[in-house]
C-alpha cells in the first residue's frame, strides 16, 4: 500500500474512534445491584439440586418401564446408587405409577412408598422422588410423560466456576413501550424437545437500541400478571452467547415495561442436554447484537 494512504488510513480510523460516544457510566447504586443480581445467578446454580445436576430426561412408553442400573432399563440410574432394578414407572390412561421393586428404599416426598402414581401431584405436592442422592421427578409435555434426574455430583456441577458475562452497560438498562394485544392471547412456542408449549401473551415489548425501534413478543402467567417473560435470540447467538437463545425477566409499570438486558440470562439447555426449554418464537429472533447478560458457557455433558 501506498506509504500516504496507509498513513490517511490510520488518521481517519483514530478519527473515527475519536468521534464515538463514550460509554455511559453506570450508576454506582445500579453496578452494585447487578453484582448481587450475578452473584445470586452463581449461587444458584452451585446449589445441590440446580440444573447443572440434571443428568437424565427419560420418555416413557405405554406399559412399564423399569429404573435401575442395568443397561437395559429404560430408565437407567447411576450404578453406584441404584441396584440394577429398582422398580417400574407404567404409563396407563395419562397416569404415571411408580412400583418399586422389593428390598429398595424410595422416598417420595421425604416419606418411604412402595407404590405412588402421578394423580397425587399438585401445586403444593411435587412428587419429588429421592432414591439414595438421585432426584426423580415425572414431568409431562403435551401428550408424553418422562422422568428428570438430578445427580448432585454430576461433573457439571461440580466442575462449576461460575458464569461468564459481557461487561455492563447502561443503554441496556431501559425503559421499553407495552404494546397490547387487542385481545390477551394464547400462543405456541417451539421447545428444543419438538413439543410445542402453551403460554399466555398480554403484548408486545418495544424498546430502541442503537436507534432503531424492536418488539418482543411478552409471556406471563396470565392478564393480570405484570411480570413477564421472554425468549430472544440476537446475532451473538453461537458465538459469544448460547446459540438457542436467552431468557429475559422483566416488569410492566402502566405503560412501561422495566428492560434489562444486562440480565439476560441462558436457559437451563445451555447447562445440560436433558432439560426440555422453550425457544425464541420467529418473531423474537432480533437482527441486531444484544451484547449484554450471560455469554455461552462451556460445559462438558
Not at 422453550?278 to 450471560?294: D, F, K, M, Y
Request: charged content about 25%.
Amino acid at each position: 500500500m501506498n506509504p500516504t494512504r496507509c498513513v490517511a488510513l490510520v488518521i481517519a480510523v483514530v478519527w473515527l474512534a475519536s468521534c464515538a460516544p463514550a460509554p455511559v457510566p453506570l450508576d454506582p447504586a445500579y453496578e452494585a445491584e447487578l453484582a448481587e443480581h450475578r452473584e445470586e445467578r452463581n449461587d444458584g446454580l452451585r446449589k445441590e439440586y440446580s440444573w447443572l445436576t440434571l443428568v437424565g430426561l427419560f420418555w416413557l412408553e405405554p406399559g412399564e418401564n423399569r429404573f435401575g442400573s442395568a443397561e437395559e432399563a429404560p430408565v437407567r440410574l447411576s450404578a453406584d446408587v441404584a441396584p440394577p432394578t429398582a422398580g417400574s414407572f407404567i404409563l396407563e390412561d395419562d397416569v404415571v405409577r411408580m412400583v418399586v421393586a422389593d428390598g429398595v428404599e424410595v422416598l417420595v416426598d421425604g416419606a418411604p412408598v412402595e407404590e405412588w402414581d402421578t394423580s397425587r401431584i399438585d401445586k403444593d405436592n411435587p412428587g419429588t422422588i429421592r432414591l439414595g442422592r438421585l432426584r426423580l421427578r415425572v414431568l409431562g409435555r403435551g401428550d408424553r410423560f418422562a422422568v428428570r434426574v438430578r445427580d448432585p455430583e454430576s461433573p457439571v456441577r461440580t466442575d462449576f466456576t461460575g458464569l461468564n458475562f459481557f461487561d455492563a452497560r447502561a443503554e441496556y438498562d431501559m425503559t421499553a413501550a407495552f404494546r397490547p394485544h387487542e385481545a390477551p392471547q394464547t400462543i405456541e412456542i417451539p421447545t428444543i424437545v419438538g413439543i410445542p408449549a402453551k403460554f399466555h401473551s398480554p403484548g408486545l415489548v418495544e424498546f430502541t437500541l442503537n436507534g432503531k425501534t424492536h418488539a418482543l413478543e411478552a409471556l406471563s402467567d396470565g392478564p393480570e400478571d405484570n411480570e413477564f417473560f421472554m425468549i430472544f435470540k440476537d446475532k451473538t447467538n453461537g458465538k459469544e452467547t448460547y446459540g438457542a437463545g436467552r431468557y429475559l425477566a422483566a416488569t410492566r409499570e402502566g405503560d412501561n415495561v422495566k428492560l434489562d438486558f444486562n440480565k439476560a440470562y441462558n436457559p437451563p439447555c445451555a447447562f445440560t442436554p436433558h432439560a426440555t426449554c422453550p425457544l425464541a418464537p420467529p418473531q423474537n429472533r432480533l437482527a441486531v447484537r444484544i451484547e449484554a447478560g450471560e455469554k455461552m458457557l462451556d460445559v462438558a455433558h
